[in-house]
């Protein structure tokens, strides 16, 4: 009776030992792609701010936990910023498109590292569970040529995707170091979007017909 006990208890001590060091790797795996829009305001007390921001973004999955990012994106001044910057006006001119300053931003990381370790990702309300992080240097345009924050040298950018407990990737932020050159534009508070629902390769292709 007491081999026998032994003898189960061995087992499962072996079966133990074996899948505890996978349980403890395990992850979520990360799509190949994936993509979605961004909608946020730098805060008023930046450089010349506040400035509205709208655009896309999207990832693309390496090997050696490496990813290439982009982003385009639109930026100009709200009402808000109108309002209190009248110019040489009488009442300030909402409907004046040149008054709002509007241009351009490409953002670009190439072989970026990506790491499960999301501690440092800005917190959601509602809360999220942090997914991945991308962390590199990026290339920044303005309006098609390099913003010329570019020349006072390279920036950091940290990209956090999270995600709920009904869709795995939801939420996005772009946050760029504080004190790097692009910070001075962009300003280093988060800048928020949204995740769009990953498709398979197959739903592409109906997509197309």
């Keep these: 009776m007491n081999n026998k006990v032994f003898g189960w208890a061995v087992r499962i001590l072996c079966v133990s030992a074996t899948a505890l060091p996978f349980a403890a790797l395990a992850q979520a795996p990360i799509p190949e792609h994936l993509s979605g829009i961004i909608n946020d305001y730098t805060p ?27 982003a385009v994106m639109t930026m100009e001044h709200p009402d808000s910023w109108i309002a ?15 008054a709002r300053n509007p241009h351009t931003h490409h953002i670009t990381m190439t072989d970026a590292m990506v790491s499960y370790r999301t501690t440092g990702c800005p917190p959601d309300a509602p ?3 942090g997914r991945f992080v991308i962390t590199g240097q990026p290339s920044v345009t303005g309006n098609g040529t390099s913003a010329p924050f570019e020349a006072k040298g390279p920036s950091t950018l940290t990209v956090c995707v999270t995600g709920g407990t009904e869709v795995e990737f939801s939420n996005v932020t772009l946050e760029f170091a504080a004190m790097s050159p692009a910070s001075g534009h962009f300003g280093s508070n988060p800048i ?14 109906k997509d197309r017909r």
Excluded: L
């Design 127 to 129: 809360p999220t569970m």
């Design 192 to 205: 928020h979007g949204v995740v769009r629902f990953p498709r398979k390769p197959d739903e592409r292709d």
């Design 44 to 70: 008023a007390t930046g450089v010349a701010g506040p400035w509205e921001m709208h655009g896309t973004w999207s990832v693309t999955m390496k090997r050696d936990f490496k990813a290439d990012f982009s």
């Design 84 to 98: 209190a910057n009248p110019g040489t006006s009488a009442s300030p001119n909402v409907d004046s498109p040149t």
